[in-house]
């Protein structure tokens, strides 16, 4: 059995950016959803009202239990919210549902990025799979074999991760459009507010990528004989 002190590091830098990235969504969004929208409206109301203005028909709201829990499904059109977001009059919750949206309309316009994204997630689950039984067995019995396997599968979830930053900050741009446009978010306060919780939900996508990126530079490094193991 080898100790590697540089991907102890590298784990332990990541872990710590993923917490942090978590840690300011969850506390922006626990701050922000106590401050109630001038417009009443609920999330689900905005992102009926955002399909609508967009003719999106074809798309169905529903709620759903969980914290953040908020996603879009692109292969059956379902928009699906958190019922505290499905429900909530609130900033955050106007925020995350017209977010949702954006990736909605991105999927009626074709957006190339969200293309390339659901075509790859067929083969970023196989690599997700792939990477335990070859990172936890192989690597140790047949590392000449193994390290090009890791080297390839992570570099698959790194470009996986690459493609997914413009999917969601041009969702974020979007929503903030829109809710500007159609005044569900009022000026000043409330539109700060909105921003403040998307803002740092990106952020969670720039830490996935960075810890991707650092592990399959890691990885690649090894393959190059850059890197020492120790005993």
Request: aromatic letters at 10%; glycine letters at 8%.
């Amino acid at each position: 059995m080898y100790f590697d002190s540089h991907y102890l590091l590298l784990m332990l830098g990541t872990m710590a950016l993923s917490i942090l990235a978590s840690w300011r969504v969850k506390s922006a969004y626990a701050r922000y959803s106590q401050v109630p929208a001038r417009s009443g409206l609920t999330g689900a109301q905005i992102a009926q009202r955002i399909l609508d203005l967009n003719g999106i028909r074809d798309v169905v709201i529903k709620p759903t239990p969980g914290q953040l829990s908020d996603h879009y499904d692109p292969t059956n059109k379902l928009l699906v919210l958190s019922e505290a977001n499905y429900y909530g009059t609130n900033v955050a919750a106007l925020g995350v549902a017209a977010h949702e949206c954006g990736h909605a309309i991105q999927h009626q316009q074709l957006y190339a990025p969200l293309q390339w994204r659901m075509a790859a997630v067929g083969l970023t689950t196989m690599a997700g799979q792939i990477i335990p039984f070859v990172g936890m067995g192989l690597l140790w019995i047949a590392p000449k074999i193994a390290l090009p396997i890791l080297a390839l599968c992570f570099g698959i979830v790194m470009l996986f991760q690459l493609i997914t930053l413009p999917v969601e900050f041009d969702a974020t741009a979007r929503a903030k459009r829109v809710l500007a446009s159609t005044g569900a978010v009022a000026p000043g306060a409330e539109t700060a507010a909105m921003s403040q919780v998307l803002d740092a939900a990106a952020l969670t996508y720039v830490a996935a990528f960075i810890s991707a990126l650092g592990t399959f530079l890691y990885y690649v490094m090894l393959l190059m004989g850059g890197g020492q193991r120790e005993k």
